[in-house]
């Protein structure tokens, strides 16, 4: 474990999608930094793909989405 230095907005940002979402300002940033690399690596999958996916590969069962 280490320390990034990150600019003051972008911390700034962080801590306040840590509270939207729940998570500590590094459980924020760590989120951002693992769905960015997963991002890069693939590069043709919108960010809700990338989401099930990791979902689906930690075995969270999803929630199949009220039809209209």
């Known amino acids: 474990m280490g320390l990034v230095k990150i600019d003051?907005?972008?911390?700034?940002e962080a801590?306040?999608?840590s509270a939207?979402?729940?998570?500590?300002i590094n459980a924020q940033a760590e989120f951002w930094m693992k769905i960015g690399m997963l991002a890069?690596?693939?590069p043709t999958m919108a960010?809700?793909?990338?989401v099930k996916t990791q979902l689906?590969?930690?075995n969270v069962r999803l929630i199949q989405p009220?039809?209209?």
């Open 8 to 12: 003051d907005e972008l911390h700034e």
């Open 15 to 17: 801590r306040r999608a």
């Open 20 to 24: 939207v979402m729940c998570r500590s």
């Open 40 to 42: 890069e690596a693939n």
């Open 47 to 50: 960010f809700n793909d990338i």
């Open 56 to 58: 689906a590969e930690a």
């Open 66 to 68: 009220l039809a209209a």
